[in-house]
């Protein structure tokens, strides 16, 4: 754990279709207003690739009225923190909450991840994903993380085990920077090297997720979108910035 405050950058996904859970009350709740959930990301640059989504399916979220017209999925504690650092339109630790839901009902609905190259994508269960960290709801690059690697490949070996339908786990890791070291997807490079047999093998796992994320930072290059040929150092903090300007990302800390 880092000394210090952590920088992210949270990312607004916009919730195009709920998945089959979601009760009548919270959609009346949430009315005619956008509702995004939105991701605590280290890795802005990666958003190119997104996947899908996670969220764990034990954890409570609420839907709070954020902005005008804009009502936001997070935890408490995040809502909380945004609040708190001026995020959330109103007065400073003001919390506007309209409903609550479990993750485990949020499955299988449809998100548009911002920056995306794939422009719909789902939100699937991940267990490692902790209600003490971020906004408890993870986006997905598997082609740069470990983590989301692994899990992305574990649902689609047991989807009926996790009861999601294998077309929500349907699209594949997308590559958006390379290395000399690992490639351009060094998520499974990495996997396959260590032998990760699955998303619970947290041990193996922070070694993969400490490799990528240093060769990434320090010898990537990028190799989509705007700042494609650039560093991932140089392109990390203009990426950011420009999901923060098209309104689709803030920074937030804790
Ligand atoms: B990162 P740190 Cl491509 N529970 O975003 C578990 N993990 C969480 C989380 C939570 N509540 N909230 C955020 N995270 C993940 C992208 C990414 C990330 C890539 C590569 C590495 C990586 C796409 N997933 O993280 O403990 C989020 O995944 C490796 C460090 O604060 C977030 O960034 O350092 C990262 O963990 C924050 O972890």
Redesign the pocket.
């Known amino acids: 754990?880092?000394v210090g405050p952590?920088e992210?950058t949270a990312v607004k996904m916009e919730v195009l279709e709920w998945g089959p859970d979601v009760s009548g009350d919270v959609k009346q709740a949430v009315g005619g207003k956008k509702v995004f959930m939105v991701?605590?990301?280290?890795?802005p640059e990666?958003m190119y690739g997104q996947t899908n989504a996670f969220v764990g399916t034990g954890i409570e979220y609420g839907l709070y009225e954020a902005k005008e017209g804009e009502v936001w999925l997070v935890t408490e504690r995040s809502a909380r923190n945004m609040a708190f650092q001026g995020i959330f339109d109103g007065a400073r630790g003001d919390l506007r909450k309209v409903a609550s839901v479990k993750g485990a009902d949020v499955i299988g609905t449809k998100i548009r991840p911002p920056f995306g190259i794939v422009p719909e994508v789902y939100v699937l269960p991940m267990e490692?994903?902790?209600?003490?960290?971020?906004?408890?709801v993870?986006?997905?690059?598997p082609?740069?993380?470990p983590?989301?690697w692994r899990t992305l490949m574990d649902l689609r070996k047991k989807a009926d085990m996790y009861k999601i339908k294998p077309e929500w786990a349907a699209v594949d890791p997308i590559p958006v920077l390379s290395t000399p070291k690992f490639g351009d997807m060094a998520a499974e490079k990495l996997c396959t090297e260590l032998k990760i047999q699955s998303q619970r093998d947290t041990k193996l796992l922070a070694e993969a997720?400490e490799q990528?994320?240093k060769e990434g930072f320090y010898n990537g290059v990028m190799t989509i979108g705007d700042f494609k040929g650039e560093p991932v150092q140089e392109a990390k903090p203009k990426v950011r910035q420009q999901m923060m300007d098209a309104g689709l990302a803030v920074a937030y800390a804790e």
């Open positions: 754990e880092a952590q992210y991701a605590a990301t280290l890795r990666t490692g994903v902790l209600a003490t960290k971020g906004t408890g993870v986006t997905s690059v082609s740069d993380s983590d989301d997720k990528t994320y």
